[in-house]
């Protein structure tokens, strides 16, 4: 089991200063909101979090399979409902590959081992949110 050590103080009128496991991070809202805009959203970093579980996922599969991956640019496209809570409506990933002679068949394996098997982030998120992804290949 391993434990992660998160401490995080106010600056400012609403941002948080965060040590996560010897990382600074600061998380703010906007100025609309009543803050200054010094960081992202928590909610935003949800996002970020799930790019970069499921990002390591993949590479670390795509290798194990010996792909000969170049690039990889993920995208998020996410909704906000308008109520209370402001929870995302959905959670729509796109993967988009480059590399040589990538088959996408191995690469729809790799992502969807991330999204149903290995990635924790997806697996608490999926709980509050449908998620969806494509895949894509680029030249």
Not at 73 to 82: H, M, S
Request: aromatic share 6%.
């Amino acid at each position: 089991m391993r434990k992660t050590n998160f401490n995080a103080k106010l600056i400012g009128d609403m941002a948080f200063e965060m040590d996560i496991d010897g990382h600074k991070l600061i998380t703010d809202t906007t100025i609309e909101n009543g803050g200054n805009n010094l960081g992202p959203s928590p909610k935003a970093l949800l996002l970020a979090g799930l790019i970069g579980c499921s990002g390591i996922d993949i590479m670390w599969i795509t290798k194990k399979m010996r792909l000969e991956v170049e690039d990889v640019n993920v995208e998020i496209e996410a909704e906000t409902r308008d109520e209370d809570p402001k929870i995302y409506n959905y959670i729509h990933v796109i993967y988009k590959f480059k590399g040589k002679d990538l088959p996408m068949n191995k690469l729809e394996n790799a992502v969807k081992l991330s999204m149903e098997k290995y990635c924790g982030v997806v697996a608490m998120l999926e709980k509050a949110v449908p998620i969806t992804y494509d895949i894509k290949i680029e030249e």
